[in-house]
């Protein structure tokens, strides 16, 4: 499913108090090695934090500042579809498995967490066994067992209850029938999906060999949660740390504290450096304010992760001393618009490829903010990070060849073109961007949008994401964005590509790819075993959306992040593409 | 005196009776009438993973199938005793006064709102105290200097005040005095006043004094209006006939006068900014009801838009019924009416 | 929040004798009130201005498509080779030359000033007809209080009292997001069906101001002596309404609509602000301040839209003093 990245939006605020960031006070075990504490400032540069630690340093103490504009889902492991929250919730925190706090693609490869190393498949990788490491423990001082585990597990998928997380132990434990969920069927046995042998080991079962399980192990819904502590819904305003750090302050929408959980073990603990002596967290931030603080120093973290607004890019990228301070990741994450192939005329292909083929291509790049803070082009529905992907040159990238369209609108039976609706999320200025964009330059072929926009919170489950509203309301072009679970094939396509996923009541993602080969391709690329192979499946099934002109993809997104002031360890994780909040610490 | 109190209170009552029930239909009987079903609205209470048959579900759960007149006295009901709703999935709490939940926030909408108060309170008190000190006092000047350069003068400020929007000036403001000059606090930083008074002002200083203008402005064209209409009556040339002191003559005798109209419209404009101060709010980015109004309707949640309303309205009548009292005590021929 | 109204003060008495000694006429003849408030009015240079500027915004309003084409481009039509592609601002800053007379906007190059032309013709369309709108509803709504009384009276009344206790903006909010489901529902497309329903919804909930005014002037001209002598003359209630009341009424619907109009302005700004106005693409000018606001370090997008407003607000509340202070010779200047 889709890893959302928060989509800044402009909210009222508690406030953060003043002051800049303390250097840290006592405790500080510096190890001479790495240690930078007291040496000058390392040199910056713009993208320096890409591919290298910005700043490195073990210094320990202080309070690092972190805020948000918008509020994401939860704290509760279990209850969570954020990238951004995924991230920091290593920091409360451990799943079995986790991604290596490492710069560029490095973080995105995984390390054993709980577990004392990565999964060991048997059964044909249908069956996944982890050892969990000794002397692990709660915030309160209670071990974490694997039962702890596996409680986590099971009560994440009760889709009714925790709504947000995603649903890939849903779809692939082998559970028994009358199992409904932890609340409802509390005494069901499922060992048939999860065992636990012992109170170190976790073995799990699949229904189908996923050879790439590790993923799965390393979703927050692995994180620990002691079930004589869980609250269901209300979890989430007293989450149980199993990370170096627990909640001190739980205030919901305004803001959250953390501080050292005595009961983390750093000798259990060979990725975290635990440098920070609190966090502090607030939420509801306006954002352009936010942008201006961490500019000026107030505030060393804008959580979303996503980029600066507008505003401030325009400082950054125009003020050589403030460019120096950033970096531009490209996210594992698409922004494009699907075009439903059953809304004629475009269940026709031709009529389809003469959308593409009008779009104005670069003018899609600067709606979305531009090379910089919007992406590049993208050619193709899958971005560049994920295993597979090829340059695929099937559509100009230009500013929209009308000739071409036209072309393409006389094979599909309307020369003179078509009317059709667009909808798009009404709150979210730059898909109103895209869709005034795409009027413009479809209109020059003569192809005339409608456009709608609709809630953001509704937009999956009762508009666009539903087959008979589209149908309804004769929608043709839908804009819709992707980020990836994961960076492979399955983790970003999965959910948005394959007809089986589709479902009449709605909340759909997949909007209208109903493609018999791609479906055929899909499975048969989870059952390839060599990675290589499985890669290229992937990218076949990428050709192939573009061959038959379901999505018009805008661009890979990119962000325009600034780094903090007095923070070490700065940089970005190719795990979330955003800076790597695990070892953050202060100067 | 007692008759008098007890018609308003009644009165107020009903206001508040007839604003609930409008509020309702609002939400309920025009989606109907505009074919929402209801498994629409359930559907948009469950989110996304649900499907057809447990929409069906929660839909005769939460009661979208009863008749409008029982759903209205449910949730009527669930404002004074509080009330539980049954998704099939689980069942959620909602303790008196239950204004609604959110089940998207998944959460009873009061408390959120009991949070939101004291900031929309904070803004709208503060606000209210400078514009009518500062608006009174700049009319009472206008009228007594008529036609000076200071009339003139103020009266443009005045007219200029009443006629930007206050999104507009509120952005302005910011952008040259938060971000720019640095002398003001940014959007978003409030403090409660009982963490720390001075910086509870200072966090408000700026979108105090931005809708105080557009207020001030409007109170010092009415009172210039007021005071130069009472002035000219024939008893104010009685009393200085009489040998008052002028100063004792505008304030006790012209003032007084003008006054009463001016304060029915504060309670009612007081009312009215603490049901939601929505532009100011949004542009200063406060998370007061207003704030919290925007959101709500933004992410459609319908829930927190109707607890919203009803709870603005209730502002709105509670601070005309204050006024109204304070009328029978300032004013005798009130009381016997 | 709206520009709030004077209160319901004393009825416009119109003693002609003292006019006309102030006036200096010799003659004895008299003169109807329409000829001594437009001599009046004729003298108010402040209030002349103002009508100017209406007159010239109305024009504007009408002519847009016109004037569009000969000074701008299509207020739709991108122009992204004005923009930086990196900051996505306006080349040079604002983008201002003889071609773009407002520059243009940041990340799609929109000509500024064919947009602020264009919303000119949606704020006034709007405002106007909502005007009109709470003018027919509150003439008629108060002249059946004030002439009929008793419980007609109360009903209305009250009925106003609860219009005015309503979270005016929120309620205006949240029903123009739910009769929005109404387009959804019903797949009706364009901007008609929204522009109706921001005029009703807005003329909707402004009535009780005019309403009010009438009701307390139609209270006083009922007991006036000319009143009681066409009754004594055998003259019923349609009649006295018609002949004797509604046109005495002509003069405070005047000023009260023309003080309105900047009001419904900027509730419509306000809701376009908002989000829940008039939908993209259109060029509405509370629409641009909302996406100005993003661009704050691009002044000029906010600067032409919010003076837009003001200068329009301005005019129509200048107008309106004027001519109250004209057709009511109590509170002269």
Redesign the interface.
Do not use: C
């Given at each position: 499913m889709n890893k959302r990245s928060a989509v800044a939006f402009a909210a009222a605020g508690a406030a953060l108090s003043l002051g800049l960031s303390a250097c840290g006070g006592g405790g500080g075990e510096t190890t001479p090695a790495d240690g930078s504490s007291g040496a000058p400032a390392a040199a910056e540069a713009f993208n320096a934090g890409l591919e290298a630690v910005f700043n490195p340093s073990d210094k320990k103490g202080g309070v690092l500042k972190m805020a948000i504009s918008e509020d994401w889902d939860s704290v509760d492991p279990g209850d969570t579809y954020y990238a951004l929250s995924w991230n920091l919730i290593r920091i409360y925190g451990r799943s079995l498995v986790t991604y290596t706090p490492a710069p560029g693609a490095e973080g995105r490869k995984l390390s054993p967490d709980l577990a004392e190393s990565l999964g060991e498949s048997s059964d044909d990788g249908k069956t996944w066994t982890y050892k969990l490491r000794a002397g692990l423990k709660f915030e309160d001082g209670t071990p974490i067992t694997s039962k702890d585990v596996k409680y986590a597990v099971l009560r994440s998928m009760d889709k009714e209850t925790l709504v947000n997380g995603p649903t890939y132990f849903n779809d692939w434990l082998d559970l028994p029938k009358d199992f409904k969920s932890v609340y409802k069927t509390p005494d069901v046995n499922t060992d048939s999906a999860i065992e636990t042998p012992d109170d170190q080991t976790i073995v799990f079962h699949l229904k189908k060999a996923y050879a790439g399980f590790d993923n799965f192990a390393a979703l927050p819904g692995t994180i620990p949660v002691p079930k004589d502590k869980d609250t269901g819904v209300k979890y989430r305003e007293k989450v149980i740390a199993s990370g170096p750090y627990k909640f001190d302050k739980v205030e919901p929408g305004k803001q959250y504290t953390l501080v050292r959980n005595e009961h983390w073990d750093p000798a259990t603990d060979p990725i975290r450096k635990a440098l920070p002596d609190s966090y502090e967290i607030s939420l509801g931030v306006n954002a352009d304010d936010l942008d201006n603080r961490v500019l000026a120093g107030d505030l060393h973290i804008d959580l979303a992760g996503s980029g600066v607004q507008p505003a401030a890019l325009g400082r950054v990228l125009g003020d050589p001393a403030l460019k120096a301070r950033a970096d531009n990741p490209t996210g594992a994450r698409t922004w494009y618009t699907s075009i439903m192939s059953n809304v004629p005329p475009l269940d026709n292909v031709d009529c389809r490829r003469a959308i593409i083929f009008a779009a104005d291509r670069v003018g899609l790049q600067n709606a979305y903010g531009g090379e910089f803070a919007g992406g590049d082009i993208a050619t193709g529905l899958m971005p560049p990070s994920i295993g597979g992907w090829k340059k695929l040159d099937l559509y100009p990238t230009g500013t929209g060849d009308v000739e071409k369209a036209k072309e393409a609108l006389t094979a599909c039976g309307k020369p003179e073109g078509f009317e059709t609706v667009m909808a798009y999320r009404a709150d979210r200025p730059k898909e109103k961007a895209i869709a005034e964009s795409l009027q413009q330059s479809l209109g020059k072929a003569g192809i005339k949008l409608d456009l709608k926009g609709y809630p953001t919170g509704d937009y999956f489950a009762l508009y666009a994401g539903k087959p008979d509203f589209v149908k309804k309301n004769g929608i043709g072009l839908a804009t819709n964005g992707w980020g990836a679970d994961w960076n492979d094939g399955f983790g970003f396509m999965s959910q948005i590509v394959d007809s089986r996923t589709i479902r009449e009541s709605g909340g759909n993602y997949n909007l209208s790819i109903t493609d018999k080969e791609i479906d055929a391709k899909i499975d048969e690329a989870l059952l390839e075993t060599d990675v290589a192979k499985r890669d290229a499946i992937w990218g076949e099934i990428d050709q192939r959306v573009m061959e038959q002109a379901y999505v018009l993809p805008s661009v890979w997104s990119k962000s325009v992040l600034v780094r903090p002031q007095g923070a070490t360890n700065v940089f970005v994780t190719g795990a979330f593409d955003m800076y790597d909040y695990l070892n953050l610490g202060l100067e | 005196m007692v008759t008098y109190i007890i018609r308003r209170l009644v009165?107020a009552l009903l206001?508040l009776v007839?604003?609930s029930m409008?509020t309702f239909s609002?939400?309920f009987v025009?989606?109907r009438i505009?074919?929402?079903t209801a498994e629409?609205f359930a559907?948009?209470y469950?989110?996304?993973?649900?499907?057809?048959e447990?929409?069906a579900v929660t839909a005769e759960k939460l009661g979208f199938n009863d008749p409008i007149p029982v759903q209205y006295g449910r949730w009527i009901s669930g404002v004074f005793v509080g009330s539980e709703f049954d998704?099939?999935?689980?069942i959620e709490e909602c303790p008196a006064p239950c204004f609604g939940y959110s089940f998207?926030r998944?959460q009873p909408v009061w408390p959120?709102l009991v949070?939101r108060i004291p900031?929309t309170l904070s803004l709208a008190v503060g606000a209210s105290v400078i514009w009518l000190i500062g608006g009174v006092a700049t009319g009472v000047l206008s009228a007594l200097r008529k036609?000076t350069i200071f009339d003139r003068a103020a009266m443009s400020i005045a007219?200029?005040g009443?006629?930007?929007?206050?999104?507009?000036t509120g952005?302005?403001s910011l952008?040259v005095f938060s971000?720019g000059l640095g002398i003001t606090?940014?959007?978003?930083?409030?403090?409660p006043f009982l963490e720390n008074p001075a910086?509870w002002a200072y966090?408000l200083l700026l979108p105090w004094i931005t809708l105080a203008f557009?207020y001030a402005a409007?109170y010092a064209?009415?009172t210039r209006?007021?005071m130069?209409?009472t002035m000219?009556e024939d008893y104010i040339r009685t009393a200085r006939a009489k040998g008052m002191r002028e100063s004792k003559v505008v304030v006790k005798h012209g003032l007084r006068a003008a006054l009463t109209?001016?304060l029915?419209?504060f309670g009612?404009?007081l009312?009215?900014?603490l049901?939601?101060?929505?532009?100011?709010?949004?542009?200063f980015?406060?998370?007061?009801i207003?704030?919290y109004?925007?959101?709500a309707?933004?992410?459609?949640?319908l829930p927190k838009?109707m607890g919203?309303?009803m709870v603005?309205?209730l502002?709105?009548?509670l601070a005309?019924l204050i006024v109204d009292l304070l009328y029978a005590v300032v004013d005798p021929r009130v009381r016997l009416g | 929040m709206t520009a709030p109204l004077d209160a319901p003060g004393k009825t416009a008495e119109v003693p002609p004798e003292a006019v006309l000694a102030g006036a200096g006429v010799k003659a004895i003849q008299g003169r109807s009130l329409g000829q001594i408030a437009w001599m009046r009015l004729k003298r108010d240079k402040v209030a002349l201005a103002g009508a100017g500027v209406v007159v010239l915004l109305i024009i504007t309003a009408i002519s847009a498509p016109l004037i569009v084409d000969v000074f701008g481009h299509p207020p739709n039509e991108f122009h992204q080779e004005m923009i930086d592609t990196s900051t996505m601002t306006p080349k040079g800053g604002t983008g201002i030359s003889g071609d773009f007379l407002f520059g243009v906007e940041p990340v799609n190059g929109r000509d500024l000033f064919s947009r602020v032309v264009y919303g000119a013709r949606i704020s006034l369309l709007i405002a106007v007809l909502a005007t009109l709108l709470s003018v027919v509803i509150g003439t008629a709504m108060g002249v059946m209080a004030g002439y009929f009384g008793g419980w007609v009276d109360t009903l209305i009344s009250r009925t106003m009292d609860v219009f005015l206790a309503f979270p005016l903006l929120v309620f205006a909010m949240a029903l123009v997001g739910v009769l929005g489901q109404f387009e959804q529902n019903l797949g009706v497309t364009g901007d008609t069906l929204r522009i109706g329903l921001l005029i009703f919804v807005i003329g909707f909930f402004n009535w009780p101001y005019i309403g009010r005014i009438i009701r307390g002037q139609t209270l006083s001209l009922r007991e006036r002596e000319f009143v009681d002598a066409a009754r004594s003359l055998g003259a019923r209630g349609p009649y006295i309404l018609f002949r004797e009341i509604l046109p005495n009424l002509i003069a405070p619907i005047l000023i009260y609509a023309t003080l309105l109009i900047p009001t419904n302005v900027l509730f419509e700004a306000a809701l376009s602000f908002l989000g829940v106005g008039i939908q993209a693409p259109t060029a509405t000018w509370g629409g641009m301040l909302s996406q100005a606001v993003k661009f704050y370090n691009v002044p000029h997008f906010m600067f032409f839209p919010g003076m837009a407003i003001f200068i329009t607000v301005l005019a129509f509340n200048l107008f309106g003093d004027g001519l109250r202070d004209a057709l009511d010779p109590k509170t002269s200047r």
């Open positions: - | 009165g206001m007839i604003v409008v609002i939400f025009i989606p505009a074919g929402a629409d559907s948009r469950m989110g996304r993973s649900a499907d057809a447990m929409i998704t099939g999935a689980s998207i998944r959120d949070d900031v036609g007219l200029a009443v006629s930007l929007p206050i999104f507009f952005i302005v952008v971000y606090a940014p959007g978003g930083s409030f403090t910086q966090s557009l409007s064209r009415l209006a007021g130069l209409e000219s109209p001016i029915t419209i009612l404009d009312g009215l900014l049901g939601g101060a929505v532009l100011t709010e949004s542009t980015s406060l998370k007061g207003g704030d109004a925007v959101q309707i933004v992410t459609n949640d838009i919203v309303t603005a309205a502002f709105v009548v005309s | -």
